[in-house]
């Protein structure tokens, strides 16, 4: 095993990002890791040391994401592998989110990892190497969740702009894969990684269903274990050429599985007019 890589991790405090950094630092990698909080991920993983470095960046401003890249490459020399796992949970149906709701969410989960793609790229251009890895979810392929549009919407573009960046980055040997991990048992359910929406409609009944399912029966009882998920991003790091869609979890291969179904079904009962617009 490599142990010298330098990996940048965003959303380092809890969760996934937290047990990621965690196993990096054990198994000898260097980690620069960002939170909104730097106390937090220095409780967590320690202090500033010559295999780790804590960040406290606000991923949604661009020239606070640039200095976190710069300091990174100061600090270590360089950047192996980019994991862009921040994000948080927005539920909500469309008509009772706010604009401010609904721009907030893309800001994080969106624009947030553009801005560190952006920074990092000119460095992996120039060493002509480098993995990154997009932490979508199983949301950024199936979106038939009442109550989730926007969190879900979020993370297709973060799976839609991965499948471009692969693309554009190959010439370079630069690898990128989105992630679409299932439920794991972490914080995401809980209070600080998902949002309510602030004026909740009673109407809609099956998004308040959905919300509560998740937050009172699914949090604490997700099928799948962070550690083996991290297990699974080093491991697929040390690839030569990794998948540019990696789905983690019995779920998330499930939930893939169904949207094909209905989307296969959906195709061939409107076949028809799908093949009459030819001139």
């Not at 000898?28 to 202090?47: E, Q």
């Not at 991923?59 to 890249?69: G, R, T, Y």
């Not at 509560?212 to 030569?240: F, M, T, W, Y």
Request: proline fraction near 4%; aromatic fraction near 10%; charged fraction near 25%.
């Amino acid at each position: 095993m490599e142990t010298k890589k330098v990996w940048l991790v965003t959303g380092a405090s809890k969760g996934l990002g937290l047990t990621l950094v965690k196993k990096l630092l054990e198994n000898g990698y260097r980690v620069a890791a960002t939170s909104r909080s730097a106390p937090s991920l220095i409780d967590n993983l320690g202090a500033r040391s010559e295999t780790f470095l804590p960040l406290e960046v606000n991923l949604i401003d661009n020239n606070d994401v640039k200095a976190a890249v710069e300091k990174t490459i100061a600090h270590f020399g360089n950047i192996d592998v980019v994991v862009n796992n921040a994000g948080y949970g927005q539920i909500g149906t469309l008509e009772e989110l706010s604009d401010e709701e609904a721009r907030e969410n893309f800001d994080v989960n969106v624009f947030g990892t553009l801005n560190v793609i952006r920074h990092v790229m000119s460095y992996l251009r120039a060493q002509r190497s480098g993995k990154i890895f997009n932490i979508s979810s199983v949301g950024g392929f199936f979106g038939g969740f009442p109550g989730w549009g926007i969190y879900c919407s979020s993370k297709f573009a973060v799976a839609g702009f991965t499948e471009a960046l692969a693309e554009e980055a190959k010439a370079f040997g630069i690898s990128a894969t989105v992630v679409y991990p299932g439920y794991f048992r972490t914080e995401f359910l809980s209070k600080g990684s998902v949002r309510t929406p602030a004026l909740p409609l009673p109407e809609y009944e099956a998004a308040r269903q959905s919300e509560r399912s998740h937050l009172d029966s699914i949090g604490g009882n997700q099928p799948n274990d962070p550690e083996k998920a991290a297990d699974v991003l080093i491991a697929v790091s040390q690839k030569e050429n990794p998948p540019v869609h990696l789905l983690l979890g019995e779920d998330a291969y499930g939930m893939l599985k169904d949207k094909m179904e209905r989307m296969t079904r959906d195709v061939e009962q409107w076949k028809s007019y799908t093949l009459s617009t030819a001139f």
